[in-house]
């Protein structure tokens, strides 16, 4: 009898969790149906078939793309198309490559920069042939890179004497550097490495590399820098990429810097920002690019007059510069380095790379306000620099 009990007891456990699982099953399930309901499955492949783009700058795009793909790199895809397989970035020394005239459609019609620019696009490593290796062995607050070309003699010299001054500014280290090419004698250019080797033995503020100075490779002075900044002057906190025609205003940069939040300092890029731009299409501009060579649209991007940035944007360039085939245009290149690193360029209204209104440029008041403005002759940066300096400026 007692073993019955026992027996019957058992079974009616038994039961119950039976039926208390069933109906948790029940439950899970009928949620299930419902999640699935929502599920939508993909009725052709996810992933689609890379099909070269008509433009070449997009097409070497694409490759360099493909190759850093962590995926691709550890999985063999089959036999890759021709124009898929192929190690077109020379991170060393640099060879002419003349694929690219049979690459690029209407090469032969090209203008002759664009002919330039092709044949070495795929060169970023340039040697150096002045070098200033400890001008930042006290890592300054803030480094001024200017960008030059030899001849530019008396803008260096505006620019050393007024908005460039190297030291102590407003109880800020500032270092200031000047980024050179090589004007050769083979472009027409006159002779003037003895003149060059003076100036930089005098002031040790050159940097110049080994590649043709020219407008379509500013784009190599950017790299060489974005590289150059992290062998040499990586501790600079904040730095400041201009032309050798603007004016800035260094005092108008150390306030605004020591205004910013922790978290904006880190993440700093400002400018005077373009946004919704493509290239130009009309051959008599001097920005055009042509469709062989270019589609899409540009990123939003600094003026290249100049722009301010921080030394953690400075490294994630560097790093994402690598992975972003070279433009002609090089702020729009950097604006692309930004979103390949996940940036953006930020607006800032004190940079006037499209200069003020005609009725302002004489007034000194005025420039107090501002961080930059382009364009400015040497005589034009000692005239307003004089005037920032004036002790009994009076601006309401
Ligand atoms: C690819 O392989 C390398 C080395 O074997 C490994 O370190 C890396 O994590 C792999 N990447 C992926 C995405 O599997
Ligand atoms: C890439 O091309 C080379 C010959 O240039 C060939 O040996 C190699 O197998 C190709 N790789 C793939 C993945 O197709
Ligand atoms: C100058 O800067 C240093 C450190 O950067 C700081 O310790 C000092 O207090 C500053 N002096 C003045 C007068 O602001
Ligand atoms: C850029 O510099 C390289 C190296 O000096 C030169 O071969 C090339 O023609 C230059 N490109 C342009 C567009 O000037």
């Avoid at 090589?182 to 033995?201: F, G, I, R």
């Avoid at 600079?236 to 020591?258: E, H």
Wanted: hydrophobic fraction near 40%; glycine fraction near 6%.
């Amino acid at each position: 009898m007692a073993l019955l009990r026992v027996r019957l007891k058992v079974l009616v456990t038994v039961t119950m969790v039976n039926v208390f699982l069933f109906l948790l099953i029940a439950r899970h399930s009928g949620r299930d149906k419902g999640y699935l309901d929502k599920v939508r499955i993909p009725s052709k492949p996810f992933w689609n078939k890379i099909t070269p783009s008509s433009g070449y700058w997009n097409r070497q795009q694409q490759v360099l793309d493909f190759q850093n793909n962590p995926f691709f790199a550890n999985h063999t895809v089959g036999d890759l198309p021709d124009w898929l397989n192929v190690t077109h970035v020379s991170f060393n020394a640099c060879r002419i490559d003349t694929r690219v005239t049979a690459q690029v459609k209407d090469y032969s019609s090209l203008p002759l920069r664009f002919k330039d620019f092709l044949l070495y696009m795929h060169c970023r490593y340039y040697p150096i042939l002045v070098d200033q290796p400890d001008i930042c062995r006290d890592p300054p607050f803030l480094l001024l890179a200017v960008k030059s070309v030899a001849s530019h003699f008396d803008r260096r010299q505006a620019i050393r004497q007024t908005w460039g001054q190297a030291g102590l500014v407003a109880n800020r280290t500032v270092v200031t550097i000047f980024l050179l090419g090589k004007t050769s004698t083979s472009d027409h250019h006159p002779d003037l490495s003895a003149m060059l080797s003076y100036e930089s033995e005098r002031h040790r503020d050159i940097i110049q590399w080994d590649y043709r100075d020219s407008f379509f490779n500013l784009t190599v002075k950017e790299v060489l820098f974005l590289d150059w900044i992290q062998t040499r002057c990586p501790g600079a906190s904040f730095i400041f990429k201009g032309d050798d025609d603007v004016f800035v205003n260094t005092f108008a940069i150390l306030k605004f810097l020591a205004g910013l939040s922790p978290t904006k300092a880190d993440e700093l890029f400002v400018g005077d920002v373009i946004t919704n731009a493509g290239p130009h299409r009309d051959k008599k501009v001097k920005y055009f690019i042509p469709e062989s060579v270019f589609i899409g649209s540009y990123p939003p991007y600094a003026g290249g007059g100049g722009y301010l940035f921080s030394a953690s944007v400075a490294a994630r360039l560097h790093v994402a510069s690598r992975r972003v085939v070279l433009y002609p245009i090089d702020d729009v290149y950097t604006g692309m380095c930004l979103l390949k690193a996940g940036l953006g360029p930020e607006m800032h209204k004190g940079f006037k790379t499209f200069n003020i209104e005609e009725k302002y440029r004489s007034n000194p008041c005025v420039y107090k306000g501002l961080i930059l403005v382009h364009p400015r002759t040497p005589q034009e940066m000692i005239q307003i620099w004089s005037w920032l300096n004036q002790p009994d400026l009076n601006c309401q």
